[in-house]
């Protein structure tokens, strides 16, 4: 079988009542992921940014070709463990940045083996025909209280800790990170996401957004569709199709972008 890449689309809007975007994002070839941050004084946006661009520059030793994907697969994950220490280094020098921290949420493929690499609740999707499943698992008050029966699922919609994070990249060194190894298809589309969409937008809204469409067209569909709802948040959205040929350039967005 050839090798597959992402084909991406991608966008990050300022929400309608934000000042400023705190969320990151990264696109290429065989690496995409969404940061989003959190914390006074910019701090959200130093720690997206401190994220994706830390990501950005290690990621030449996993997506090496010489190596093998087990030792690619643990490279991907490692590299969590660093962008946290690059984050802890960078609030230990600006105390006002005390407190910062962000959520990852990435997709690296190799081949057809695609590993996601996932802390905080920004999401990753994949919709195959007329499919569409959530591949991470949010790191929230609110999952652990779903997950446990606490709570129903029309409870959560209206629950005052349903933005509350378990887990995020804080420079703490406390992670329990979660990596996930599946195989991709030719035509898999993959959403990788903020809050700010999902906050806002059902699945089976996004479904119907993203389905049989241009990836730029519904990436579009999708911000607009979220500033209908009022846009409360920041919202980044990728879409990236598995194809056979490596045309994706590698780009940065949101506060990673400056």
């Known amino acids: 079988m050839n090798p597959l890449y992402f084909q991406c689309a991608a966008r990050s809007a300022v929400g309608l009542i934000r000042n400023g ?16 941050g959190m914390g006074g004084h910019a701090g959200g946006e130093v720690a997206s940014s401190v994220a994706i661009n830390t990501l950005s520059e ?12 087990e030792s690619a697969s643990d ?22 940045l005390a407190g910062m921290g962000t959520t ?33 698992a949010d790191h929230t008050v609110l999952q652990e209280l779903l997950n446990n029966g606490v ?19 804080m420079g703490e060194g406390s992670l329990e990170p979660s990596l996930h190894i599946f195989e991709g298809k030719i035509k898999d589309r993959y959403l990788v996401c903020s809050d700010g969409l999902t906050g806002v ?10 389905k049989g469409k241009d990836a730029a067209v519904a990436v579009d569909a999708l911000i607009d569709a979220t500033y209908i709802n ?14 056979e040929s490596n045309t994706s350039v590698v780009e940065k967005l949101g506060a990673a972008k400056a």
């Open 75 to 96: 490279l991907f994950l490692n590299s969590l463990h660093t962008i946290d220490g690059q984050i802890h280094a960078v609030a230990s020098d600006e105390p006002q």
């Open 230 to 243: 009022g846009a409360p948040d920041n919202v980044t959205v990728i879409l990236a199709d598995l194809v």
């Open 104 to 136: 990852l949420t990435a997709l690296f493929i190799s081949g057809s083996e695609i590993s996601l690499l996932h802390v905080g609740d920004s999401r990753a999707y994949r919709l195959r025909g007329n499919d569409l499943v959530q591949l991470s």
């Open 21 to 36: 975007n705190e969320d990151s994002a990264l696109t290429g070839s065989q690496l995409i992921a969404v940061a989003d």
């Open 151 to 169: 709570i129903s699922e029309s409870e959560a919609q209206v629950h005052p800790q349903r933005s509350m994070l378990t887990q995020a990249l």
């Open 201 to 210: 937008l059902s699945d089976k809204e996004i479904k119907s957004l993203i």
């Open 58 to 69: 290690i990621a030449p030793t996993f997506l090496n070709p010489d190596i093998d994907s």
